[in-house]
């Protein structure tokens, strides 16, 4: 499946958080002159065009001002602070009439790239009922492909449980793309300045 034939896939990018242990808005901060939420929608963008959305929460408004170019779509989570599950399941709601399937990216894994999003489309195989995940680190995780399937389990999400508890959901085959680089989050203001300091090496 290519860029040209995926119109029914939609990427989401998880921007809501508080960012605790970071000490401030942590899609603010940035790498390599551009901060980490410009550098998940540049990377939703080229995946999906306009069919891009931005789930912010905390400081949204300087959080979407930051973004360059902007997503197709933004949506606010002013119960951000209820976890992961809750951005998961906004999404989810607001695409899912025109969605065959949705892209989770996390603002905060700064090496993502569109390459490896494009793999996780091409290895759908278009069934309703097959996830593409990110494998690394001996795990499996975001980025991730959800189809239709998934809606119902997604949208009723409400925690911080996250979207993972699907992958060992035997309703669901499970395919994986491997990209180590996946590992790299950013929690806390050292992660980003090992990874500042690892890419000056």
């Known amino acids: 499946m290519t860029r040209s034939t995926n119109n029914g896939i939609y990427t989401i990018v998880l921007a809501a958080g508080a960012a605790s242990r970071f000490g401030s808005s942590k899609q603010l901060a940035k790498l390599d002159g551009t901060s980490l939420v410009t550098r998940a929608t540049r990377i939703a963008m ?3 065009d ?15 001002g930051a973004c360059d170019p902007r997503p197709g779509f933004l949506i606010v989570n002013d119960q951000h602070e209820r976890g992961i599950g809750s951005s998961i399941s906004l999404a989810v709601r607001s695409v899912r009439h025109v969605a065959k399937a949705i892209v989770i990216l996390l603002a905060d894994q700064p090496l993502i790239t569109s390459a490896h999003i494009a793999a996780l489309i091409e290895g759908w195989s278009g069934d309703d009922n097959e996830i593409v995940a990110t494998a690394y680190a001996g795990t499996l995780g975001a980025p991730a492909l959800f189809p239709m399937d998934c809606f119902d389990d997604l949208a009723a999400m409400t925690d911080d449980s996250g979207a993972q508890v699907l992958f060992n959901d035997r309703r669901f085959l499970v395919q994986t793309v491997r990209f180590e680089d996946a590992a790299v989050d950013i929690d806390t203001k050292e992660d980003l300045s090992s990874l500042q300091r690892s890419a000056r090496s």
């Open 50 to 64: 306009s069919r891009s959305v931005l789930v912010a929460g905390h400081d949204w408004h300087a959080v979407l």
């Open 46 to 48: 080229e995946s999906c």
